[in-house]
Structures are given as structure tokens and as C-alpha cells.
């Protein structure tokens, strides 16, 4: 072999191993970060239908997709430092819910997809452009309707015909509440009731604030907010104490121990941003993705707390109900 030829060789088979281990290597998969703005126990359910539809699209956890989790606990003031954790990992969406979670979100990025699995008013909050059209890197689910808030409060008229006070539970950290306290004081003026209000920043507080407000409301109306959520069982404890009735924005809080519920299923919100977040990984834009709001509301009744609480439920209303639990 002529010394030239033997160089080319040996040259050749020099570079053929790297190039093959490169070939060899998996190709990276997509990594989702979820920020969850309640604890990883609180959301459970939540999570599970979400995870379970991703491996339905494809996306199986741990082999075609990996997931980043944080979890806020109920503290918006965490989620600033927890998005930047996960932008540092070079992640390719983002999923959360809540909306200061996901105005943190928006702040930190306008290149990394955001899908939101449930907000309050998506407009309203500056999360998006427009409901058809988000026009950014923000798509996702509303729980924001107009009749809503109204239809509990006639809810709650119905259960406790003699009611004349409704008190309100108010996380002042949490951006979306005050439109909701707006629709509250609206339905209040309709059917001449009393809106009282009650602050609350911390999880020790809501004993104390619903001991408070008994006094001046016979009802207790408590909004989907992840302070909470996360301490369902302390807040349906203290509202049990003090004999009052509890309206919630979804069946977690009844399941919890509260009294009543009406309104979209949130389960059903996690499982339909899985399929959001599945459209994007596949090159969908957030800007074409039009953001959806609830087509079905659910009724939900607790009768073991009704009955704690020595309240005859109405059976027109039982028989109205999709879901009672005894």
C-alpha cells in the first residue's frame, strides 16, 4: 500500500467512529415545564388527567417527553423564581394555571409557548390579545364566564331562602379575585343582598376570617384560588364550626368537604391542555391557538356536610344536581 493510500485509511476510519456515535445517540426529547400552583398532593387529580392524555397524543413521560415540575404551594409570590428555574433547563413549553402564575410566566418569556390551564378573565388579565386571536406566545383555558357568578349566588339564595348576607373570601394576592368580587357586588345589588368581604394573605387566617364574617353573612362564597385549594380541609373545617354553607367554583372543594359547587370541570381543563400542548410540540403557534372557555358546569352537592351543618337541601335542587355525595 503506497504511503499516501495508507494516510486516507487510517484517516477515514479516524473520522467513520465519531460520526457513528453520533448517529447512535437518541435524539433529545421535548421537555414541558409545569409550574403547579398548588402542592403536587393538591393537584393530584388534576395532574393525572393530564399526564394520562399526553401518553394518549403520544407524549409518554419519561420516553417521548420529559417533565419539569415546580410547585408553587399556594404562594404567587414563588412563581417568578420557579419559571426562571425552569427556563435554565432549557425547556420548549410551558404549562400552568392560575393567573399570576401565568402573568409570571409571560413576564419571564415571549419566545417559550405558554399554555394556561385555567385563568380568570384571559383578556381582562393582559394574559392574551383577544379570545380568537392571543396573538403572542400565550394560549390556553378560561373558567371565566359571565353568567357564573350570578348563577351561584341564585344558587345559594335557593338553598338558604332566608339568605340576606353572602360573605366573600379574598386571596389579595391572587389579580383575578377582584373581577370576581365586581360580579359578586352586581348579583348582590340584583337580589338585595350584602356583599362582606374578608382579606385573607395566609393559610392561618382563614379560621379567624370566617369566625369574623359570620357575624355579618350566613353563606360563605369562595373562589378557585390556590390559597385555598391547597387548605380546603382547614377552610371546610372552620365554615362546618360555624354552620355555614359553602359555595365553590368547582367539585375539589365539595369532594374536600364543602357544600356546594357550580361550575367547569377542571379535570377536563388539564386533559384539554394536554392537547394544546401536544399542537404546539408539533409546530402549532400559541398566537393561532384561540383561547377556549367552559361549554359545561357542573352541579355538585355534599349531603354529609349538609348535613353537618343541619341544612335541608331542596330536592328540586338535589334532582338538578350531576354529582351528590353522601
Not at 410547585?71 to 410551558?94: N, S, T, V
Not at 390579545?129 to 403572542?136: D, K, T, Y
Amino acid at each position: 500500500m503506497k504511503r499516501r493510500e495508507f494516510f486516507i485509511v487510517v484517516g477515514g476510519a479516524a473520522v467513520a467512529r465519531p460520526l457513528t456515535a453520533i448517529a447512535q445517540q437518541p435524539a433529545k426529547v421535548p421537555t414541558i415545564g409545569f409550574l403547579g400552583a398548588n402542592s403536587a398532593a393538591g393537584q393530584r387529580e388534576w395532574m393525572a388527567a393530564f399526564v394520562t392524555r399526553l401518553g394518549e397524543l403520544g407524549w409518554v413521560e419519561g420516553r417521548t417527553v420529559a417533565i419539569e415540575y415546580r410547585w408553587a404551594e399556594g404562594h404567587f409570590d414563588r412563581a417568578p423564581a420557579l419559571i426562571i428555574e425552569l427556563l435554565r433547563l432549557k425547556i420548549d413549553i410551558i404549562v400552568t394555571h392560575g393567573t399570576p402564575d401565568v402573568q409570571a410566566a409571560k413576564q419571564a418569556t415571549s419566545d417559550i409557548p405558554i399554555v394556561f390551564a385555567v385563568a380568570g378573565d384571559p383578556v381582562d388579565n393582559q394574559l392574551v390579545a383577544s379570545l380568537s386571536r392571543p396573538g403572542g406566545n400565550v394560549t390556553g383555558l378560561s373558567i371565566q364566564s359571565p353568567e357564573l357568578v350570578g348563577k351561584r349566588v341564585e344558587l345559594l339564595r335557593e338553598m338558604v331562602p332566608s339568605l340576606a348576607g353572602l360573605g366573600l373570601l379574598m386571596n389579595t394576592a391572587n389579580v383575578s379575585t377582584p373581577l370576581e368580587q365586581r360580579e359578586l357586588e352586581a348579583s348582590c345589588r340584583t337580589l338585595g343582598l350584602r356583599l362582606e368581604t374578608m382579606l385573607v394573605q395566609q393559610p392561618g387566617e382563614i379560621a379567624a376570617a370566617i369566625e369574623a364574617i359570620k357575624v355579618r353573612a350566613q353563606v360563605l362564597y369562595v373562589p378557585l384560588d390556590p390559597l385555598f385549594n391547597s387548605n380546603s380541609d382547614r377552610l371546610n373545617a372552620a365554615a362546618i364550626a360555624a354552620r355555614m354553607p359553602t359555595m365553590y367554583s368547582t367539585r375539589d372543594g365539595v369532594q374536600a368537604g364543602g357544600l356546594i359547587a357550580y361550575g367547569p370541570s377542571i379535570t377536563t381543563n388539564f386533559r384539554r391542555a394536554a392537547e394544546l400542548t401536544d399542537k404546539i410540540l408539533r409546530g402549532a403557534k400559541p398566537a393561532d391557538i384561540p383561547v377556549e372557555q367552559p361549554a359545561k358546569f357542573d352541579l355538585v352537592v355534599n349531603l354529609k356536610t349538609a348535613t353537618a351543618i343541619g341544612l335541608d337541601v331542596p330536592a328540586s335542587l338535589l334532582a338538578r344536581a350531576d354529582e351528590v355525595i353522601e
